[in-house]
């Protein structure tokens, strides 16, 4: 993944192909997570897709240079491709139509022999829907990336409520990973934290570790998270 402390949790990374569901409430760090799994791709040989489906291409320019990672510089070398609806989407208003999506990621991955893909987020997609065409966004969405050979990220919003008793519904049982982030009041602050629920094939760790959004992206620390 690129993520100082993440990649040891998973005894090395993310196994190739798998599509992984990461989820937490707002300010967990989610999409963090996803722009610098991208970026270490890039960087290193493996290009990558994002499909935003709530933010404009030119804040995420803005936001992530923070961090020191020029995805502006980064598309123009065809080492990433940022994706987005004509007008970025907000939950509530969300209208998206998978089959037009699946043929842009199609071809989009094909242009620049893209390896790694994440979809920021899959909450869009299925807001308002009843739970069967829910489900069946996601198993066409799923089967795609499968068959596509990414390693994908596939970002799930949820409340903090939702968070605390969620079984993760459909995405428990299709997915192979599932990352969680926290975002905790601990006194007079707030701490994060970082769990491996799922990865299949992978010795990971079971424990909770703190996480930090430092000024160069994610730290995971080794000591547990506690609140």
């Not at 790694?116 to 987020?121: A, G, T």
């Not at 079971?206 to 000024?215: D, L």
Request: negative net charge; proline residues 3%; charged residues 30%.
């Amino acid at each position: 993944t690129g993520v100082p402390g993440l990649d040891e949790m998973l005894g090395g990374g993310i196994p190739v192909g798998r599509t992984i569901l990461v989820t937490g409430a707002t300010g967990t760090g989610k999409s963090t997570l996803g722009i610098e799994f991208l970026v270490y791709g890039a960087q290193n040989s493996e290009n990558g897709i994002l499909i935003s489906l709530e933010e404009d291409p030119e804040d995420l320019y803005e936001d992530y240079l923070n961090f020191g990672w020029d995805l502006k510089k980064l598309e123009r070398e065809n080492k990433l491709r940022i994706i987005t609806p004509p007008v970025p989407l907000k939950i509530e208003e969300a209208d998206v139509d998978v089959d037009s999506l699946i043929n842009t990621i199609q071809r989009a991955v094909s242009d620049i022999e893209a390896k790694r893909l994440v979809i920021d987020s899959i909450s869009v997609l299925t807001s308002g829907l009843k739970e069967k065409e829910r489900r069946k966004k996601i198993l066409k969405l799923s089967t795609l990336l499968r068959e596509l050979e990414c390693t994908s990220l596939v970002i799930s919003e949820l409340t903090e409520t939702e968070e605390e008793n969620s079984d993760y519904g459909v995405g428990g049982y299709i997915f192979q990973g599932i990352i969680s982030l926290y975002y905790k009041k601990k006194g007079a602050a707030r701490v994060r934290g970082i769990e491996i629920r799922k990865m299949r094939g992978v010795a990971h760790s079971t424990k909770t570790k703190t996480m930090e959004i430092t000024s160069k992206g994610l730290k995971v620390y080794s000591e547990d998270f506690i609140i």
